[in-house]
């Protein structure tokens, strides 16, 4: 997490952490963009440009942004807005209070690419992150969704990970495993908890409907429901 801020994980694209495979070959109908980058944004003013950019600077470029503040108290919105204002891949939303997990679901609505990104406001991206991903899934159809491994970082932008005051961090290790077998995986979630990070997923935009991955009633940890959803219906793992 960043460490006096909010989580701050930036996501590698220099490997793929885990592929989830589809129930079925199935494929969505191509919709242009081809990528919709959902960005759930909530009092995050000191973060929240420098996530937007690492997003527009991505060498792949046929996505689009939607972002959808949840009611922030702080400036977030009004930077939201001024970004909007100056790149038209950004379509920027506002909810009248807060929703909190439901924020995914509802920025949803308004996606139109048939592979999904999820980003944080307080996240960095690194460039290739979205090419290297599109290029996996379009390589393997029968892959549902693919992870990245991670860097922490704290809220100078700078890696924990070579500084030994921070060598016990729980999250420096949290999301760098070997891929697993998808009863291996599940094993883990159930006895050690999340091991995969939300804002480094690249899921096919079917899945969350042909999975059901918006149940309610989990609202303090949707993603890990998400995996240990898909880790139940996908055939087998990558």
Request: proline residues 5%.
């Amino acid at each position: 997490a960043r460490l006096g801020g909010g989580a701050g994980r930036v996501p590698l694209d220099s490997q793929l952490a885990l592929c989830f495979r589809l129930l079925s070959g199935r494929l969505p109908v191509s919709q242009a963009p081809r990528v919709s980058v959902i960005l759930p944004s909530y009092n995050h003013e000191l973060y929240i440009e420098r996530s937007v950019n690492s997003i527009l600077s991505q060498t792949f470029s046929d996505f689009e942004v939607v972002i959808l503040d949840d009611c922030s108290t702080d400036s977030s919105w009004e930077i939201i807005q001024s970004l909007a204002a100056h790149d038209g891949r950004i379509h920027a939303f506002r909810n009248e209070k807060n929703m909190f997990c439901g924020a995914i679901e509802a920025a949803m609505d308004n996606a139109r690419g048939d592979l999904i990104a999820i980003a944080h406001s307080d996240d960095a991206w690194a460039p290739t992150k979205l090419e290297k991903q599109v290029a996996y899934l379009d390589a393997h159809p029968d892959v549902a969704a693919c992870f990245t491994r991670v860097t922490v970082i704290d809220d100078d932008d700078n890696s924990l990970a070579d500084d030994p005051a921070y060598a016990e961090h729980p999250y420096l290790n949290a999301f760098n495993h070997e891929n697993r077998s998808r009863t291996d995986w599940l094993r883990f979630f159930f006895f050690n908890g999340n091991a995969l990070c939300h804002p480094s997923v690249m899921i096919r935009r079917h899945c969350y409907k042909d999975y059901g991955l918006f149940p309610h009633g989990l609202g303090s940890l949707p993603d890990f429901q998400e995996w240990c959803l898909q880790a139940f219906v996908a055939l087998h793992y990558r």
